[in-house]
């Protein structure tokens, strides 16, 4: 168990559309998700913290009106990039961490998704 | 301040032994985690250490010293398939604990053979 599955695995969109990430846990509920983004080379950079039903929590520097972050169920939360830009496009990943005890130590990471924005 | 620091790039042979450091200085402390990440995918879990000591698992073993602000992942019988990023990455207490993890930069390893 503890699959994360992400929707869609790579979308090329225009410069000022909006695209919508998904990302559930499939065999697990999860509280808390976490969103990343990974840079080519670099290692992943934790833009926001996910929590079902509660606003989302911005690390410093992450617009929240542009990374727009719904976590409505306790197996998907959504990442919205608003009016993306080239300067956008990276790989983001979510994570998630499984409310049970047992598991709750890990996070368990989505196969990604690359965007690229023309 | 949060640092997390890794060596950039490593290389060894099939076959042999690498460890791989990682020193951290966060605010607050509440585990240290290695994953493995191969070009394109995300990042598959390989251990976790939150106490002093060594964690094995299979060719893999991990190591945490709190006071030192220092750990390592230690592979032992290298196989081509090892070639990987790794990082290594701190989990900080959130409110509400929600443990955040914050990365280091990654060590690209490459196995020759």
């Known amino acids: 168990g503890a699959v994360v599955s992400q929707h869609p695995s790579w979308v090329i969109c225009k410069s000022g559309t909006s695209v919508k990430i998904e990302c559930r846990s499939l065999d697990f509920q999860a509280t808390t998700m976490f969103w990343y983004r990974q840079f080519p080379k670099q290692s992943l950079m934790l833009m926001a913290t996910?929590?079902?039903?509660?606003?989302?929590?911005?690390e410093q520097g992450v617009e929240k009106d542009k990374f727009l972050i719904n976590h409505a169920s306790l197996t998907l939360s959504t990442l919205t990039v608003t009016s993306a830009h080239p300067e956008d496009s990276s790989f983001y990943i979510c994570?998630?961490?499984?409310?049970?005890?047992?598991?709750?130590?890990?996070?368990?990471f989505g196969p990604g998704t690359r965007l690229t924005v023309l | 301040g949060q640092n997390i620091d890794q060596p950039t790039e490593m290389t060894a042979t099939e076959g042999a032994i690498v460890q791989i450091n990682c020193t951290y200085q966060?605010?607050?402390?509440?585990?240290l985690f290695w994953y493995q990440q191969h070009a394109g995918e995300a990042p598959t879990f390989l251990s976790y250490?939150?106490?002093?000591g060594l964690e094995e698992k299979g060719r893999f073993s991990s190591f945490l010293s709190r006071s030192k602000g220092y750990s390592y992942l230690l592979l032992k019988e290298l196989q081509m398939k090892d070639s990987a990023s790794y990082l290594c990455?701190?989990?900080?207490?959130?409110?509400?604990?929600?443990?955040?993890?914050?990365f280091g930069q990654g060590t690209t390893l490459q196995v020759k053979p």
């Open positions: 990455a701190v989990r900080e207490l959130g409110s509400g604990n929600t443990g955040k993890l914050i």
């Open positions: 250490n939150v106490l002093d």
């Open positions: 996910s929590n079902e039903g509660s606003k989302a929590t911005y």
């Open positions: 994570s998630a961490k499984p409310t049970d005890r047992v598991r709750g130590n890990e996070q368990f």
């Open positions: 966060t605010s607050g402390f509440n585990g």
